[in-house]
């Protein structure tokens, strides 16, 4: 599996690439331009009151920079879950009204993570490494569901999770 790269949460604003702010930038230039100084010369009918004009003109201009951004958002999230670019730019450029978008936020891949043990690109939800049978997360011994390290007991199946032996690195209370 190739290795995605890592964007830690706080850097949320580098999500979206500058060649994607630029495109919306553009956008939106293009479609104040249509609606201010091409679509006046082109009419067959009285203009509409300038208010219509305005909202018409905002609301096409923001829906045409959202596009754009909401594109390069995906080239940059869609590598660090494992996916592939470019099919999803492509989804998203041929589906019209942002279809392609709500399909990829729908069908994507939760985020990898690494094994801190032996380096290996995980899903965030496994349990264990499947390279190195390294514990990544608390999970009852019983049902192996997610449990938090903290709790006592599992809330699925109510088994004490102190007989589980979960190494140290994952008790969060001092004193167990």
Not at 59 to 67: P, T
Not at 82 to 98: D, E, K
Request: hydrophobic share 45%; charged share 15%.
């Amino acid at each position: 599996m190739p290795k995605p790269p890592t964007i830690s949460v706080n850097e949320d604003e580098r999500m979206i690439p500058l060649w994607s702010i630029i495109a919306a930038t553009v956008s939106f230039l293009l479609v104040e331009y249509y609606w201010w100084i091409v679509a006046p010369g082109q009419r067959h009918h009285p203009a509409p009151p300038l208010g219509l004009r305005i909202y018409f003109d905002l609301s096409w201009g923001i829906l045409a920079a959202l596009y754009w951004l909401m594109i390069g958002y995906i080239s940059k999230d869609a590598p660090r879950r494992g996916m592939s670019m470019r099919f999803w730019m492509i989804i998203c450029l041929v589906m019209p009204g942002g279809i392609g978008a709500v399909i990829y936020f729908l069908l994507r891949q939760p985020q990898m993570s690494v094994c801190p043990a032996c380096g290996t690109h995980v899903l965030s939800e496994f349990h264990f490494c499947p390279q190195c049978n390294y514990q990544l997360s608390a999970s009852c011994g019983n049902c192996f569901r997610t449990v938090r390290a903290s709790d006592q007991y599992c809330t699925r199946c109510g088994h004490e999770l102190a007989k589980d032996h979960l190494p140290a690195r994952l008790h969060v209370m001092g004193g167990e």
